[in-house]
């Protein structure tokens, strides 16, 4: 069974950064991706990383401004988010995905939320 954890989230004013966990557990794949859902918004794709961390990408909005890493010794994929806008606001969350960026476990975590004061 895969269990995915989201922490590290807060409330931080615009400008300022955080960096979000996503702890893994049970089996595994090799690409995670980290995704975002504002209230009244649909769920937004934010990050992803291969399994050796050499293959990222990212969204449009957070290009430049969030970096995505990993620790497979760990098992945790990070997501520092830098220059941080109200517009970032949202609950946070990570899954396996594939290579065309979409969630393989149907079963989302609990997210955790973002909240960015201007």
């Known amino acids: 069974q895969v269990q995915l954890v989201e922490s590290g989230g807060g409330l931080v004013q615009a400008g300022g950064s955080l960096r979000l966990s996503c702890a893994a557990s049970?089996?595994?794949?090799?690409?995670v991706g980290w995704f975002r859902q504002a209230p009244g918004k649909e769920r937004e794709f934010v990050a992803a990383?291969?399994?050796?961390?050499?293959?990222?990408h990212y969204g449009d909005s957070v290009k430049g401004r969030f970096t995505i890493s990993r620790d497979n010794a760990k098992n945790t994929v990070y997501l520092q988010m830098s220059s941080l806008k109200p517009e970032d606001t949202a609950v946070y969350y990570c899954?396996?995905?594939?290579?065309?960026?979409?969630?393989?476990?149907?079963?989302w975590g609990q997210g955790t939320q973002v909240t960015v004061s201007s």
């Open positions: 990383i291969n399994w050796n961390g050499r293959n990222l």
């Open positions: 049970g089996r595994t794949f090799s690409i």
């Open positions: 899954n396996f995905i594939d290579t065309k960026d979409d969630p393989l476990i149907d079963s």
